[in-house]
């Protein structure tokens, strides 16, 4: 009986994975380049409906034929001149879950904006947090900028800045198997990260869901300066 269900259980995990995987194959757009989602687009013929993680840093990459163009997301009240090249563009910030018109240059469709969801991934709030760095001492990833890092981190943290992460993974490979407790300012480039890692095979992945601000906020330890 006791082995049954264990198969059951190691199959429920395996079609997970694969559910998940597949999953986001088939409707999340664009890929992750150094930290940025950059989507690729051609705004004659694009597809209008564009599917994006919670947290994502949104770029687009098309022809250099149509120059500058005006990207508006009137319901977050946002409208910004974009470039062909998403290395010299400004990006926009994913921060709430849900459905969202949008216009690029002429064409118009929409954006849907999803939580992360894995079986090897998990959010927690500051006091949950809090809990996890006492009774489980994860490795703990800083992913924002050295600036920010001076200004507030947690003790014992390591910094690799999210537009390093894919270059620097290597450096994490010894902990794939551990406990991983990933944060940034509010939540968002730590969700990015946690995709990264739950890609490459990390079994075990905490993200601090509103950041290190809200932790500080709910009166838990921190320092500053180097």
């Not at 690029?104 to 992360?116: P, W």
């Amino acid at each position: 009986m006791r082995i049954k269900r264990t198969l059951f259980l190691l199959l429920l995990v395996v079609f997970s994975v694969a559910f998940c995987q597949a999953a986001e194959k088939n409707v999340i757009t664009g890929s992750i380049q150094t930290g940025f989602r950059v989507i690729e687009v051609d705004p004659a013929t694009m597809d209008n409906n564009l599917t994006v993680y919670r947290g994502d840093y949104v770029k687009f990459s098309y022809p250099e034929k149509f120059a500058s163009l005006i990207f508006t997301v009137p319901e977050l009240k946002y409208k910004e001149t974009v470039l062909p090249d998403p290395a010299k563009s400004p990006f926009f910030k994913m921060k709430i879950a849900g459905k969202y018109p949008f216009t690029l240059g002429e064409a118009a469709g929409s954006i849907k904006v999803i939580e992360l969801v894995r079986p090897n991934y998990i959010e927690v709030t500051a006091d949950e947090a809090a809990k996890l760095l006492n009774n489980l001492h994860p490795f703990i990833l800083d992913v924002r900028t050295v600036q920010e890092y001076k200004q507030i981190h947690i003790e014992g943290t390591h910094l690799i800045p999210i537009q390093e992460l894919q270059s620097r993974i290597a450096e994490l490979e010894s902990k794939k198997h551990e406990d991983i407790f990933i944060y940034c300012a509010t939540g968002n480039r730590s969700t990015v990260a946690s995709r990264i890692l739950a890609d490459r095979g990390f079994k075990r992945i905490y993200n601090l869901r509103y950041g290190v601000y809200d932790w500080a906020k709910h009166g838990h330890p921190y320092t500053t300066g180097q």
